[in-house]
């Protein structure tokens, strides 16, 4: 049975810094195609950044540069570093999977591409 569950989250001043992780259970990474989402107060869920199983990723504009993610596969551990983070950062992150998947590729922002859902960790960025 498939598991994500993310941890991590918190709240912290303009500027700053979080690690968010999901831990997957129930799969392999490395045959999955993962992605982090968000969803902010009032607005629709939106694509953060797609991880192949190769390792590969895209992210969305507005986080490249400050959002960094990576893999543990040997925890099978999908980690997503948060820096010099705005107020507009502020919503809840969701981790998401596609089974039997390789290489992400333009999709990854939709989220019909996932079959598998965390419950989210929330992110509070102060100005």
């Known amino acids: 049975q498939v598991h994500l569950v993310e941890s991590g989250g918190g709240s912290v001043q303009s500027g700053g810094s979080l690690r968010l992780s999901c831990a997957a259970s129930g799969f392999t990474l490395r045959t999955a195609c993962m992605a982090w989402f968000r969803q902010a107060p009032g607005k629709e869920r939106e694509g953060v950044v797609g991880?192949?199983?190769?390792?590969?990723?895209n992210y969305a504009d507005s986080v490249k540069g400050r959002f960094t993610a990576s893999q543990n596969n040997a925890e099978n551990t999908l980690y997503l570093q948060l820096a010099t983070l705005r107020p507009e950062d502020t919503a809840i992150y969701y981790c998401?999977?596609?089974?039997?998947?390789?290489?992400?590729?333009?999709?990854?922002?939709?989220?019909?591409?996932?079959?598998?859902w965390g419950q989210g960790t929330q992110v509070t960025v102060g100005s």
């Open positions: 991880i192949g199983g190769d390792g590969g990723t």
């Open positions: 998401a999977a596609r089974k039997y998947c390789i290489r992400s590729a333009s999709w990854w922002a939709e989220e019909t591409q996932y079959n598998y």
